[in-house]
């Protein structure tokens, strides 16, 4: 099927679930972008501490997750936790224009980030319920690249407005109160759960050693995997910041997340397809190649265009690998824990993401900002041998 029909054939939720991701992401990243400086110039924050608050939000998302998705698992319906979660994130948006500390930021984050976890594992379990099988790696892939051009979208009106405003951050970030709320209400008309959602669900606990036995080996390579990626691929607030080291201009900072976002974009839902067709250990080696490139460019970076395009290939190594990650979970999950399944994929990722933002604002604390991509590129490359030493038939 080519990849035309194969739009045409998926489900309207698919579609709903990708413009209410777009909207939000437009919203979250129009802050993000913004939030790395906002940090350090107008609070006057560290880079431990970006790290730390970098590392505290997605790894209290990760936690989140493994809950709502084992609620989701037991109710049998995704639709209220999926929607409970985007209403945390759009309520979360005013506290960072009122912040005057980095405490009301963290906690901010952490209101933002534990919205993101409720509704992140039970959202991607709906996409498996209501997508067919053949076309699952299209319906992450068309998703992912839906809630990329949000993140376009967001840096781009980050732009915009600053410039306008003659850089008063605190009056550009008031402007992601509105894409939250519309993300929000597009949710609770357009999204609809399978007719068999209410259908009873086993008694048992998803988180008891007996269900977890059940996620087999092959799902618990996928979580490792997962791990070790995050590992090498610390928070994007240190590429906004590689980019103020060089020199950027502040109201066009947000143009990092851009160029990233767009290439993230254009690559997801073509990855998606090649997935479906079955090349997926193809799709990870050349993420992975393209995460150890991007790092050693960030890290000899001395201009403008070299950085930008290092952050270029990081997005390329996000389209390749993100949904591709998604769909291989989908399908190794059993189908009555897969919102378990995801929640766990997603808890051991944080945890990781957490250890990585922290020791990045360690190294850059320490040793520069060279230093810290640099040891992102030989964590990735001591992935991607691992990657090519595998068995062939199990990737």
């Keep these: ?8 054939a998926l489900p ?33 924050a560290g880079m431990i501490a970006v790290g730390l608050v970098e590392g505290i939000a997605e790894a209290t998302a990760s936690v989140v997750k493994v809950f709502s998705g084992v609620l989701s698992d037991r109710l049998g319906r995704r639709k209220p936790l999926v929607l409970l979660g985007y209403g945390l994130a759009a309520l979360s948006k005013p506290l960072f224009p009122l912040a005057g500390s980095v405490a009301l930021v ?14 992140g594992a039970p959202r991607d379990a709906l996409i498996a319920d209501v997508a067919p099988p053949e076309l699952r790696g299209a319906a992450y892939g068309l998703r992912q690249a839906l809630d990329t051009a949000g993140a376009v979208l967001g840096p781009l009106a980050a732009i915009g407005l600053m410039l306008w405003l003659a850089s008063d ?77 060089l020199g950027l201009a502040l109201a066009l900072v947000p143009a990092v997340l851009v160029v990233m976002n767009l290439i993230y974009t254009a690559v997801a839902y073509p990855a998606g ?3 479906d067709r079955g090349g997926r250990r193809a799709l990870l080696f050349w993420g ?12 000899a970076a001395t201009s403008i265009g070299a950085m930008l395009a290092g952050v270029a290939l990081w997005g390329l190594h996000m389209g390749l690998t993100q949904g591709l990650l998604a769909t291989l979970v989908a399908d190794a999950a059993p189908a009555r824990l ?33 230093f810290t991509f640099y040891a992102g590129a030989a964590f990735t490359a001591v992935a991607l041998a691992g990657l090519l030493l595998a068995a062939p038939a199990r990737s």
């Design 169 to 245: 951050i605190r009056s550009v970030l008031w402007a992601a109160v509105v894409p939250a709320v519309v993300a929000v209400l597009v949710l609770a008309v357009w999204v609809k759960e399978p007719e068999d959602a209410h259908a009873p669900r086993p008694a048992a606990n998803p988180v008891s050693l007996d269900s977890l036995r059940q996620f087999g080996p092959r799902l618990w390579l996928i979580v490792a995997l997962g791990a070790v990626l995050t590992l090498a691929r610390f928070s994007e607030a240190f590429l906004v910041l590689r980019a103020l080291d």
């Design 338 to 370: 897969r919102g378990t399944a995801f929640g766990v994929f997603h808890l051991v990722s944080g945890g990781a993401l957490l250890a990585a933002s922290v020791i990045a604002g360690v190294l850059w604390s320490a040793l520069g900002a060279s």
């Design 273 to 275: 397809i090649a997935a």
């Design 106 to 119: 963290l906690a901010a984050r952490f209101m933002d980030r534990v919205g993101k976890g409720i509704r």
């Design 12 to 44: 309207g939720t698919i579609w709903a679930l990708g413009a209410t991701s777009l909207f939000m992401d437009l919203s979250s990243e129009l802050v993000h972008s913004l939030l790395p400086v906002f940090l350090t110039t107008v609070l006057g």
């Design 1 to 8: 099927m080519s990849a035309q029909p194969r739009i045409r």
């Design 288 to 299: 992975l190649a393209a995460l150890i490139v991007s790092d050693l460019v960030l890290g």
